[in-house]
């Protein structure tokens, strides 16, 4: 079992920068691709970024050039570093753990850009 627990939302001005942590409780977090996801009102979740246990990333189109995922092993944590947001970014961002099947969520943490 994995407990994740998301922070670092906020509010930011367009153009600005937020840096998303998350902790994950419990053992084996080096064999979880860790992921970051969000979901916007009345949109569908969609992937922003991913970091396997080899450090490969993926990232959606739209955050290319713009976010960082990174990992540490040795506290548990994943990052998000956002950089140049824009409003569309505005959404509720996810932290998950992935092993296999296993699939595991944080309680999301609110990114609002906005002037």
């Known amino acids: 079992q994995v407990q994740l627990v998301e922070s670092g939302g906020g509010l930011e001005q367009p153009g600005g920068s937020l840096r998303l942590s998350c902790v994950a409780s419990?053992?084996?977090?080096?064999?979880?691709?860790m992921g970051w996801y969000r979901q916007a009102p009345g949109k569908q979740r969609e992937l922003v970024a991913s970091i396997a246990t080899t450090g490969s990333t993926n990232y959606a189109d739209s955050v290319k050039g713009r976010f960082t995922i990174s990992r540490d092993n040795a506290k548990n944590t994943v990052y998000l570093q956002m950089n140049s947001l824009k409003p569309e970014d505005t959404a509720v961002y996810y932290c998950n753990a992935k092993l296999g099947l296993l699939y595991y969520w944080g309680q999301g943490t609110q990114v609002t850009v906005s002037s």
């Open positions: 419990g053992s084996g977090f080096s064999r979880y691709t």
